[in-house]
């Protein structure tokens, strides 16, 4: 393809290595994005609050999509631009649902500035560092108020089985997805995802599809690998990512991303 006027990339499993870092390799790849002219945007599940690092890493350039789609989030100032959140009437009725049909659900509820879980929801490596961010509430708590993304953990389904049962039971009212290989699943808005917050951000700017290069790894991942004109999945995506993609590039660890930008650009 032609040098594409915007590059948009996912970061855990793909733009960033397994420890959470950005090589320097994959660094000097997005400067150049931004030095012969291309925008770059980075489209992840993360809230904002775990975007400190990366935004360090790129020299605070550029925005990101956070929350897989649900809030736009400035790399300069640290803050956040917008938002697409979930009401709290949706939220209660979404929980509800969850509960009558799949036992052994726990929640927990991200916020535009931060989270919010139950007693027995288990806590991840990242939300472990930061409590201070964080709190644990009663469920009519966490859905008293709008959210950016609703979490629901099993202890031990399959994550794909797990996702289609929820997709089943709430996808009229939120949407569902999965990024993080567990059986957690992530629900934004009705009709938010990566994809519709990209294209809102490509058409504002004037940016066609065909124009866009995307690269990604897990299925929150699949629409905007859909919507993107070329779409790279990492040599370690998910099964589902590997069948819809254009093209497939080194992994992660390897600088998947980097190696396709150094040729584009």
Same mark, same amino acid.
């Given at each position: 393809?032609?040098?594409?006027?915007?590059?948009?990339?996912?970061?855990?499993?793909?733009? /960033?290595? %397994?420890?959470?870092? *950005?090589?320097? &390799?994959?660094?000097? #790849?997005?400067?150049?994005? @931004?030095? =012969?002219?291309?925008?770059?945007?980075?489209?992840?599940?993360?809230?904002?609050?775990?975007m400190h690092t990366v935004a360090g890493a790129v020299r605070h350039r550029g925005l990101a999509i956070c929350a897989n789609g649900a809030l736009l989030y400035? /790399?300069? %100032?640290?803050?956040? *631009?917008?938002? &697409?959140?979930?009401? #709290?009437?949706?939220?209660? @009725?979404? =929980?509800?649902?969850?509960?009558?049909?799949?036992?052994?659900?726990?929640?927990?509820?991200?916020?535009?500035?931060?989270?919010?879980?139950?007693?027995?929801?288990?806590?991840?490596?990242?939300?472990?560092?930061?409590?201070?961010?964080?709190?644990?509430?009663?469920?009519?708590?966490?859905?008293?108020?709008?959210?950016?993304?609703?979490?629901?953990?099993?202890?031990?389904?399959?994550?794909?089985?797990?996702?289609?049962?929820?997709?089943?039971?709430?996808?009229?009212?939120?949407?569902?997805?999965?990024?993080?290989?567990?059986?957690?699943?992530?629900?934004?808005?009705?009709?938010?995802?990566?994809?519709?917050?990209?294209?809102?951000?490509?058409?504002?700017?004037?940016?066609?599809?065909?124009?866009?290069?995307?690269?990604?790894?897990?299925?929150?991942?699949?629409?905007?690998?859909?919507?993107?004109?070329?779409?790279?999945?990492?040599?370690?995506?998910?099964?589902?990512?590997?069948?819809?993609?254009?093209?497939?590039?080194?992994?992660?660890?390897?600088?998947?991303?980097?190696?396709?930008?150094?040729?584009?650009?």
């Open positions: 393809m032609t040098c594409p006027r915007l590059v948009a990339t996912d970061l855990d499993g793909t733009a /960033l290595r %397994t420890d959470g870092t *950005v090589s320097p &390799r994959t660094a000097a #790849a997005f400067a150049r994005v @931004e030095e =012969v002219g291309g925008t770059l945007v980075f489209v992840t599940g993360r809230p904002p609050r775990w400035d /790399l300069h %100032t640290e803050e956040i *631009v917008d938002s &697409r959140l979930i009401d #709290a009437d949706v939220l209660e @009725e979404c =929980v509800a649902r969850l509960r009558r049909h799949v036992p052994g659900l726990r929640f927990s509820v991200e916020y535009e500035g931060g989270f919010a879980h139950e007693s027995d929801y288990p806590l991840g490596r990242w939300d472990a560092r930061e409590l201070a961010y964080g709190r644990m509430a009663a469920m009519a708590a966490l859905t008293s108020r709008p959210c950016a993304k609703l979490l629901a953990q099993h202890p031990s389904m399959d994550p794909d089985e797990l996702h289609r049962g929820v997709l089943e039971i709430v996808g009229d009212i939120v949407t569902p997805t999965h990024s993080s290989g567990r059986a957690l699943i992530e629900m934004s808005a009705y009709g938010v995802t990566k994809a519709t917050a990209l294209a809102t951000f490509a058409e504002e700017r004037g940016i066609k599809p065909a124009e866009v290069v995307a690269f990604g790894d897990m299925p929150n991942d699949l629409p905007m690998l859909t919507w993107a004109g070329t779409s790279y999945a990492m040599a370690n995506a998910h099964p589902d990512v590997l069948a819809a993609v254009d093209h497939v590039t080194a992994a992660n660890n390897d600088d998947g991303v980097a190696v396709v930008l150094e040729t584009l650009f």
